[in-house]
Protein backbone atom coordinates (compact mmCIF):
# COMPACT_ATOMS: atom_id res chain seq x y z
CA UNK A 1 0.00 0.00 0.00
CA UNK A 2 1.31 3.20 -0.60
CA UNK A 3 0.01 7.11 1.24
CA UNK A 4 0.35 10.21 -0.20
CA UNK A 5 -0.04 12.90 2.43
CA UNK A 6 0.25 16.77 1.80
CA UNK A 7 0.63 19.50 4.22
CA UNK A 8 1.17 23.14 4.16
CA UNK A 9 -2.18 24.50 3.38
CA UNK A 10 -3.80 27.06 5.07
CA UNK A 11 -5.03 30.82 4.58
CA UNK A 12 -2.83 33.19 2.98
CA UNK A 13 -3.40 36.83 1.76
CA UNK A 14 -3.24 38.30 -1.92
CA UNK A 15 0.58 38.95 -2.75
CA UNK A 16 2.10 36.45 -0.56
CA UNK A 17 3.47 32.95 -0.58
CA UNK A 18 3.29 29.66 0.70
CA UNK A 19 4.96 25.87 0.69
CA UNK A 20 3.04 22.75 0.04
CA UNK A 21 4.52 19.26 1.06
CA UNK A 22 3.70 15.79 0.00
CA UNK A 23 4.98 12.45 1.26
CA UNK A 24 5.02 9.20 0.16
CA UNK A 25 5.18 6.36 2.09
CA UNK A 26 4.74 2.39 2.04
CA UNK A 27 5.91 -0.26 0.20
CA UNK A 28 7.44 2.02 -2.83
CA UNK A 29 9.77 0.35 -5.22
CA UNK A 30 10.10 3.04 -7.69
CA UNK A 31 8.63 6.72 -7.97
CA UNK A 32 8.70 7.66 -11.81
CA UNK A 33 7.26 10.70 -11.12
CA UNK A 34 5.32 13.58 -8.89
CA UNK A 35 3.00 16.21 -9.23
CA UNK A 36 0.44 18.91 -7.86
CA UNK A 37 -3.18 19.38 -9.42
CA UNK A 38 -6.13 21.74 -7.85
CA UNK A 39 -9.69 22.08 -7.95
CA UNK A 40 -11.52 25.24 -7.35
CA UNK A 41 -15.66 24.73 -5.73
CA UNK A 42 -17.61 24.18 -9.63
CA UNK A 43 -14.29 23.63 -11.35
CA UNK A 44 -12.56 20.76 -12.98
CA UNK A 45 -9.25 19.68 -11.48
CA UNK A 46 -6.26 21.54 -13.30
CA UNK A 47 -2.87 19.66 -13.82
CA UNK A 48 -0.43 22.27 -11.62
CA UNK A 49 2.84 20.86 -12.23
CA UNK A 50 4.59 17.72 -12.36
CA UNK A 51 8.74 16.74 -11.64
CA UNK A 52 10.00 13.18 -13.75
CA UNK A 53 12.85 11.02 -11.92
CA UNK A 54 15.59 12.98 -13.93
CA UNK A 55 14.38 15.98 -11.56
CA UNK A 56 12.97 17.41 -15.24
CA UNK A 57 9.83 19.58 -14.87
CA UNK A 58 6.74 20.89 -15.86
CA UNK A 59 4.88 23.86 -14.92
CA UNK A 60 1.26 24.55 -16.29
CA UNK A 61 1.12 28.12 -18.29
CA UNK A 62 -1.38 29.09 -16.16
CA UNK A 63 0.68 29.16 -12.47
CA UNK A 64 4.13 29.43 -14.66
CA UNK A 65 6.65 32.59 -12.86
CA UNK A 66 4.41 32.41 -9.58
CA UNK A 67 4.22 28.49 -8.45
CA UNK A 68 7.51 26.39 -8.50
CA UNK A 69 7.57 22.55 -8.43
CA UNK A 70 10.80 20.83 -6.74
CA UNK A 71 11.42 17.18 -5.42
CA UNK A 72 13.45 15.77 -2.56
CA UNK A 73 14.29 12.25 -3.95
CA UNK A 74 15.87 10.42 -0.63
CA UNK A 75 12.71 12.04 1.54
CA UNK A 76 10.19 10.59 -1.78
CA UNK A 77 8.77 14.07 -1.01
CA UNK A 78 7.63 16.87 -3.51
CA UNK A 79 7.08 20.61 -2.27
CA UNK A 80 4.94 23.22 -4.58
CA UNK A 81 6.09 26.87 -3.51
CA UNK A 82 3.31 29.07 -4.35
CA UNK A 83 4.51 32.84 -4.98
CA UNK A 84 2.59 35.95 -5.65
CA UNK A 85 -0.53 34.17 -4.52
CA UNK A 86 -4.00 34.88 -6.31
CA UNK A 87 -8.13 34.91 -4.86
CA UNK A 88 -8.02 32.59 -7.77
CA UNK A 89 -5.40 30.34 -6.23
CA UNK A 90 -8.04 29.23 -3.72
CA UNK A 91 -8.77 25.42 -3.83
CA UNK A 92 -7.80 21.87 -2.61
CA UNK A 93 -4.81 21.23 -3.65
CA UNK A 94 -3.82 17.41 -4.35
CA UNK A 95 -0.56 15.70 -4.85
CA UNK A 96 -0.19 12.77 -6.97
CA UNK A 97 2.30 9.77 -8.02
CA UNK A 98 3.01 7.96 -10.49
CA UNK A 99 4.85 4.72 -8.46
CA UNK A 100 5.37 1.32 -8.31
CA UNK A 101 5.08 -1.10 -5.28
CA UNK A 102 7.41 -3.46 -4.02
CA UNK A 103 6.90 -6.58 -5.89
CA UNK A 104 5.23 -4.60 -8.93
CA UNK A 105 7.02 -3.77 -12.10
CA UNK A 106 4.07 -1.51 -13.38
CA UNK A 107 3.47 1.49 -11.81
CA UNK A 108 0.14 3.23 -11.34
CA UNK A 109 -1.20 6.60 -10.09
CA UNK A 110 -1.59 7.33 -6.74
CA UNK A 111 -3.32 10.33 -4.86
CA UNK A 112 -3.43 11.99 -1.38
CA UNK A 113 -6.14 13.58 0.34
CA UNK A 114 -5.68 17.01 -0.68
CA UNK A 115 -4.95 20.19 1.52
CA UNK A 116 -7.37 23.45 1.36
CA UNK A 117 -5.64 26.85 0.06
CA UNK A 118 -7.45 30.15 0.84
CA UNK A 119 -6.20 33.26 -0.70
CA UNK A 120 -7.60 35.76 0.79
CA UNK A 121 -7.46 39.27 2.78
Known amino acids: QVQLVESGGGLVQPGGSLRLSCTASGRIFRIDYMGWSRQAPGKQRELLAH???????NVADSVKGRFTISRDKAKKTVYLQLNNVKPEDTAVYYCHGFIAEVGESVARYYWGQGTQVTVSS
Open 51 to 57: VENDDST
